[in-house]
Nanobody, 115 residues
Framework: QVQLVESGGGLVQPGGSLRLSCAASGSIFRFYIMGWYRQAPGKQRELVAAITPGGMTNYADSVKGRFTISRDNAKNTVTVYLQMNSLKPEDTAVYYC???????WGQGTQVTVSS
C-alpha cells in the first residue's frame, strides 16, 4: 500500500531547529523525486525542497542555507528528512511530504515558529 506519513512538526522559537521525517511506503518511491512543500494560511502551497533518487537537491530561495533535505532509499520504504535550522516566524506553515509530479501526498505536519 502506498502511503506517506510525516512526523516531527511542532512549536519552536525563532532561531530554533526542527527535523521533519516522512516515511514513504512503497517501492515506487525509490525512483521518484521527493519533496517537501508548505502552505501557510492564506497562501498558496509552495515547494520548499526536493531531492532526486540519486541525492541531488534543490531549494526555494527563502530556505537556502537554512534547510537541508535528505533521503534514505530502503527497499520498500523511502524516508525523507527536512532539517530546518534558524527558523523564522515566516516559516510557520503546514509542511507536506510528496512525490514531485506524481500526486502522492502525506497528511501534513504543522510547524509553528513563535516566541
Amino acid at each position: 500500500q502506498v502511503q506517506l506519513v510525516e512526523s516531527g512538526g511542532g512549536l519552536v522559537q525563532p532561531g530554533g531547529s526542527l527535523r521533519l521525517s516522512c516515511a514513504a511506503s512503497g517501492s515506487i518511491f525509490r525512483f521518484y523525486i521527493m519533496g517537501w512543500y508548505r502552505q501557510a494560511p492564506g497562501k498558496q502551497r509552495e515547494l520548499v525542497a526536493a531531492i532526486t533518487p540519486g541525492g541531488m537537491t534543490n531549494y526555494a530561495d527563502s530556505v537556502k542555507g537554512r534547510f537541508t533535505i535528505s533521503r534514505d532509499n530502503a527497499k520498500n520504504t523511502v524516508t525523507v528528512y527536512l532539517q530546518m535550522n534558524s527558523l523564522k516566524p515566516e516559516d510557520t506553515a503546514v509542511y507536506y511530504c510528496a512525490s514531485v509530479g506524481k500526486d502522492y501526498w502525506g497528511q501534513g505536519t504543522q510547524v509553528t515558529v513563535s516566541s
